[in-house]
């Protein structure tokens, strides 16, 4: 199996978190924006932006709450002429030991949102950068249409014609 080398990475050591939190604000350089963009079947990455909050709920358990801006250049599929476009996006994720057996038989938390998404800890690190990514990713729309963009065809006039002229055979003389 392959192993993923992540384009955009900053590691985060959740032993290492405070217990009052941990503020990142991370910005993907030229290099990262280039190598998301491919990765994503993007024209170009412009702009990536995040600012991301640690707090440990815990000793098993890390919240991540993030939000992200981003500015993206699609192709739009109806003409295939790229556009820009902008991507923002806010999220929250528990990180969990694996052996929080809570989760596992879903235990209700006070700590936790109902629409916070559960990830369990591979190791004691957290790579902020591919979370942003990931999540990016999710946001991109996969049929994006430029803003003035419409879809036209000769068959969709056609049917339409033709549905109308089989209603005006059915008209009482």
Do not use: W
């Amino acid at each position: 199996m392959k192993e993923i080398s992540p384009e955009f990475s900053y590691m985060v050591d959740v032993n290492r978190i405070p217990t009052s939190g941990l503020s990142l604000n991370l910005q993907a350089n030229e290099e990262q924006k280039s190598a998301l963009a491919k990765r994503f079947g993007l024209e170009e990455i412009r702009s990536l932006t995040a600012e991301m909050t640690f707090k440990r709920i815990n000793k098993k358990r890390v919240r991540v709450d993030a939000r992200f801006n981003a500015e993206v250049k699609q192709i739009c599929v109806v003409t295939l002429e790229p556009f820009n476009q902008s991507v923002k996006d806010e999220f929250s994720v528990v990180f969990s030991q694996e052996d929080d057996v809570s989760l596992r038989l879903n235990e209700i938390d006070m700590d936790m949102n109902e629409d916070d998404d559960v990830e369990f800890l591979q190791s004691d690190k957290i790579d902020a950068g591919e979370l942003i990514a990931e999540y990016l990713s999710l946001s991109l729309d996969p049929f994006p249409h430029a803003p003035n963009a419409k879809f036209e065809s000769e068959s969709d006039a056609e049917t339409e014609k033709n549905a109308f002229s089989v209603l005006e055979k059915l008209k009482f003389k």
